[in-house]
């Protein structure tokens, strides 16, 4: 095989899953490459561009460089290195590319887009994978390569959205007291503020009704596309009692709306299936909307908590909740039970009292005279 001189572009996308090197479970990321000897060809070392305190760190870079190909030093290593201040720089890893085989492969050649590879790394001291990196390679000769610039990969920008949900009602929760919980709903997005609905008190049928709005704002990607939902029964003189909880994933709903950026996306009214690790089989179902709203759109229609101003994209009403459904700690809503259902045994009951306290004074009075 004739030598060629050529370009190669090693695009560098993001590392997964890395295993940490330091004792606070996190690592400062930089690539280095090299023919397997540190300072050998092509020398790239760059701790210009380290990652910090992530195992998985994005870097969106394109290492290019010049060979010859086949040439004794085909074989590339690209590692992932821990920077420490203090003391030498750990290796995570390593993966190794032969060039001359894929230079010398039709079938590679013939590719106009090469394949994303995720690649193993791995570490001289270990016999387990330490993580892997995801990237693609490209060679040219040196005429195509100056008639076609490195791709842009760089990160996508953030985009901010706003996070919307309706917790319509709760079905068939376990009880945890005596047949009879005060059932709240409680949710909350991977690394935000926790929300609550108010409470449906004395539910004997494990059902409660809601109609609650949630809003949080975010930023998309989302590291940690999770929604926690959680079930709890209010207590008074202790603390509330979990009752069941479901993580929903929603990295493609959300990937969904991040290629889709112009417009709402919805999932409608779907009941989530919960549990408890200490209980088996389903521990109650929550009935939820999840809608993304473009940060724009939600400045232009905003809505309230709860089921306050503006109430609307849906209105929600008061839920229907039995009469007795309130915090007994409320006079004014057990004033309210008691007139609505016991309105003329109440009057009867003051108007006896009435009659019984003048006998009881015309007979005091009449022992006077």
Not at 45 to 54: A, L, W
Not at 140 to 151: F, G, K, R, V, W
Not at 278 to 299: I, R, W, Y
Request: hydrophobic share 35%; net charge negative; glycine share 6%.
């Amino acid at each position: 095989m004739k030598p060629q001189k050529v370009v190669v572009r090693l695009y560098i996308l993001r590392g997964n899953r890395l295993v940490p090197a330091d004792p606070d479970g996190f690592a400062d990321s930089y690539i280095e490459i090299n023919n397997g000897k540190r300072g050998g060809f092509p020398n790239i070392i760059d701790k210009d561009n380290v990652v910090h305190k992530t195992l998985n760190p994005g870097f969106y870079k394109c290492y290019s460089f010049n060979m010859t190909l086949p040439d004794e030093e085909d074989q590339i290593h690209i590692s992932v290195w821990d920077e420490d201040k203090y003391s030498k720089d750990d290796l995570i890893g390593t993966t190794i590319i032969d060039l001359g085989n894929r230079w010398f492969d039709p079938s590679w050649q013939s590719l106009k887009r090469k394949p994303i590879e995720s690649r193993t790394l791995w570490n001289p001291s270990s016999s387990h994978s330490q993580g892997s990196l995801e990237m693609f390679v490209d060679i040219l000769t040196e005429s195509d390569a100056a008639a076609n610039p490195p791709e842009d990969i760089s990160p996508p920008k953030p985009q901010n959205w706003q996070l919307r949900i309706v917790i319509w009602e709760t079905e068939n929760v376990a009880f945890k007291d005596n047949k009879s919980n005060d059932i709240f709903v409680s949710a909350r997005p991977q690394g935000l503020e926790p929300q609550t609905t108010d409470v449906h008190y004395y539910s004997n049928d494990g059902k409660g009704l809601f109609n609650w709005r949630m809003v949080w704002d975010l930023t998309l990607p989302m590291k940690i596309p999770r929604l926690v939902i959680q079930v709890w029964d209010k207590d008074f003189l202790n603390p509330n009692d979990a009752i069941c909880e479901a993580v929903l994933n929603l990295n493609s709903f959300f990937k969904k709306a991040f290629a889709d950026k112009d417009k709402r996306h919805k999932i409608d009214r779907q009941p989530i299936v919960l549990s408890h690790p200490n209980a088996s089989g389903p521990q109650g179902t929550v009935f939820l909307d999840v809608e993304l709203v473009p940060e724009e759109d939600a400045k232009r229609n905003p809505v309230g908590l709860g089921r306050g101003e503006p109430n609307r994209d849906p209105f929600l009403p008061e839920p229907p909740r039995p009469k007795w459904s309130f915090n007994p700690f409320r006079i004014d809503k057990w004033i309210s039970l008691w007139w609505g259902n016991y309105r003329w045994k109440l009057i009867l009951a003051g108007v006896i009292c009435l009659v019984l306290l003048l006998v009881i004074i015309i007979a005091s009075l009449s022992a006077y005279f």
